[in-house]
Structure formats: structure tokens, C-alpha cells
């Protein structure tokens, strides 16, 4: 079992900046893929970003492509979510998420998920 704890959402204005950070416990962090998720009032739940269990592979939805930097820290089970420039759009409960045996998060079902952090970009 892995548990996900995120944190760091918030109320932001639109071009403002926020953090989320989630922390994981349990099984070894470096055996899992790592990605953020969101879902917005009304839509299905969306791919944010993913990284692998060496941090030298991103990949990003074309929404948040250059906005939004995924990174983690192996030594303290962590794995964060810069966003910059944050529009109204991005509003939504973001997820943390964990895949083993996979290279990416994006089109496959993860393993765990956090209870999530609600992120509110006001305009």
C-alpha cells in the first residue's frame, strides 16, 4: 500500500502562482511513476502531468505546457506541482497519483490516489 497526502492548494488570482506538494508513505517511492490529475465541477477527472522514478522524464497536457513544472524528491518520498500563470481554467481538485510498473501515469489506470486539494483560480 502507498498513501498520498497532498497539500497546498488554495484560493489564487488568475496569473498568480501556486504549489502542491504531495508526500508519499509506504511502499518504496522509487518503484512508482508519479503524476497529477485534476477534475473541475462537471467534467471527468483529466491528466496533469507524470515523472518517472528518476525525474529525468515529464510529460505534460497540452493545457498546462509550460505553466505547470512536476518534480520530485526520492530522499523525502515527495513529488510537487509548480503552477505559474494560473487561469481561471485550472480551477478543479488536483490529485496526487502513483503507478508501478509503468513509465507513465497518462492513459493507465494508477495504482493510488490521494484524497486531493482544491485549487480555485479566481478571475
Known amino acids: 500500500q502507498v498513501q498520498l497526502v497532498e497539500s497546498g492548494g488554495g484560493l489564487v488570482q488568475a496569473g498568480g502562482s501556486l504549489r502542491l506538494s504531495c508526500a508519499a508513505s509506504g511502499r518504496t517511492f522509487r518503484d512508482y511513476v508519479m503524476g497529477w490529475f485534476r477534475q473541475a465541477p462537471g467534467k471527468e477527472r483529466e491528466f496533469v502531468a507524470t515523472i518517472n522514478w528518476s525525474g529525468n522524464v515529464r510529460a505534460y497536457a497540452d493545457a498546462v505546457k509550460g505553466r505547470f513544472t512536476i518534480s520530485r524528491d526520492n530522499a523525502k518520498n515527495t513529488v510537487a506541482l509548480q503552477m505559474n500563470s494560473l487561469e481561471p481554467e485550472d480551477t478543479a481538485v488536483y490529485y496526487c497519483?502513483?503507478?508501478?510498473?509503468?513509465?507513465?501515469?497518462?492513459?493507465?489506470?494508477?495504482?493510488?490516489w490521494g484524497q486531493g486539494t482544491q485549487v480555485t483560480v479566481s478571475s
Open positions: 497519483a502513483a503507478r508501478g510498473g509503468a513509465s507513465s501515469v497518462r492513459g493507465v489506470a494508477p495504482d493510488y
